[in-house]
């Protein structure tokens, strides 16, 4: 596993873009944990739930944490799309996409609605 996905099974944008990176994982390098299933807590006590919920969390395979854009450009790298989100990480480029990042974190709930027509789903799941 090159890369652990700590994400809001309850967010359908969440779950969307997990769907994605589920399909195009065809070495299976990733694998996705819903912050939310009901023995998250026991089996990963290093993570902070409210925490997880507020910014993208994921696990490198040598137990290095990233964060935000930093796990969303791993885990596209991890399945030979990084080229898609490169230029989130360019020097320039990064201070910006990073508060875009937050902006969209903390009201992805309200921008959920306005897409989906669903803000939050009780348990999103990743073989809809």
Known sequence: MAL??????????CVNEMRHLKRKDKQQRL????????DFAERFP?????????????????GTMLYGLDVTHAAWSAVGRGWLTA???WPL????ADRGYLFFARNRNGISR???GRERCLQC????
Do not use: K
Not at 4 to 13: A, R, S, V
Not at 50 to 55: C, H
Not at 93 to 96: K, N, S
């Open 114 to 116: 306005l897409i989906t």
């Open 31 to 38: 694998q996705f944990e819903n912050i939310w299933a009901t």
């Open 46 to 62: 290093h993570i902070d739930v409210a925490e997880a919920n507020r910014i993208l969390h994921g696990q490198q395979s040598d």
């Open 87 to 89: 230029a989130l990480r």
């Open 4 to 13: 652990i996905l700590f994400y809001d099974g309850g967010c359908p944008l």
């Open 93 to 96: 480029i990064r201070w910006l």
């Open 125 to 128: 799941s990743l073989d809809e």
